[in-house]
């Protein structure tokens, strides 16, 4: 049994993103002893790949999978790198390792992976929540903080306009905003989607609101890219607001989370001498 890694994000035609979630993962590599593929031959040590949903050629997820299996793996983790579980595109991947759609009225757009018989792969989640990813975000938009009694918060994400997924992104996103809420001590906190188009509607309401309060937009995007510096710009256009653009990465608390999620499934791998495929 030797157990590999597959970290997926969706990929970028910026070669400064794709650098961002590589520099990433290669952490969690040298944190953890493990094998950076595709820098050689892993040996002893458990390979881990990072691999993209598209653009990046030579780097797609059915690439990350055939290199981990030459390495001998024969359990396999896959590691969703999405801001949510409410993403389609970590839908689309699940479904196309086999795993059942989130909703039975949405089947997957990807075709299924070649997973050789005797590999037996295990889904793992997208981020959603956690105590990090708020601590994370609150560093981001600490420069931007000057009195946060007298100032609110609105997180924005990319969202979706499919109910199930719509549901889901907001879940996390509201857990997100208490915690970011009590971390930071500020007055208020909300949540906006890019899809629907809520940002500009949500904030216009809560100045009207709260007339006397300064805004702090937060964007919620793993890196920065055209959302955050010109579709979150650009919807707001016209209203105050402080904002920096400051996504996830660069970050270290992405690289502890992911080696958090596979440390428990190696954990749980070694205690059940069993993976399988399921979250």
């Known amino acids: 049994m ?51 949903l598209e653009i990046v050629e030579g780097r797609l997820i059915q690439d990350g999978i055939d ?14 790198l999405f801001v949510s579980s409410g993403s389609t595109h970590a839908d689309d991947i699940a479904q196309a390792f086999g795993a059942p759609p989130v909703s ?49 918060l609105l997180l924005i994400a990319h969202g979706s306009r499919e109910a199930v997924f719509h549901g889901r992104w907001r879940a996390g996103m509201k857990r997100l905003t208490a915690r970011l809420r009590a971390r930071g001590g500020f007055a208020g906190a909300d949540i906006a989607m890019l899809l629907p188009d809520q940002a500009a509607c949500k904030l ?39 904002y920096n653009g400051r996504a996830l990465l660069p970050n270290p608390c992405i690289a502890g989370w992911m080696e958090r999620q596979i440390r428990k499934w190696l954990a749980e791998l070694g205690a059940a001498g069993d993976g399988h495929l399921g979250s």
């Not at 702090?216 to 607001?241: C, H, Q």
């Open 2 to 52: 030797k157990p590999g890694i597959l970290v997926i994000s969706h990929g970028s035609r910026e070669a400064g993103w794709v650098k961002l979630v590589d520099d990433a993962v290669a952490a969690v590599a040298a944190s953890a002893g493990f094998a950076f593929e595709p820098d050689g031959e892993s040996g002893d040590a458990v390979p881990i790949a990072s691999s993209f």
């Open 67 to 80: 290199r981990l299996v030459a390495e001998g793996v024969s359990e396999l983790y896959v590691l969703p």
């Open 104 to 152: 039975a009225a949405r089947p997957g757009e990807l075709a299924p992976f070649r997973v050789p018989a005797g590999v037996r792969v295990r889904m793992g989640q997208p981020i959603d929540d956690d105590a990090d990813i708020a601590e994370l975000l609150h560093g981001n938009i600490a420069p931007l903080s000057e009195a946060p009694a007298r100032e609110r």
């Open 204 to 242: 216009r309401a809560l100045q009207r609101r709260h007339p006397g309060d300064a805004f702090l937009v937060v964007p919620l995007f793993l890196s920065e890219g055209y959302f955050t510096r010109t579709v979150i710009p650009k919807r707001l256009e016209g209203l105050a607001y402080r």
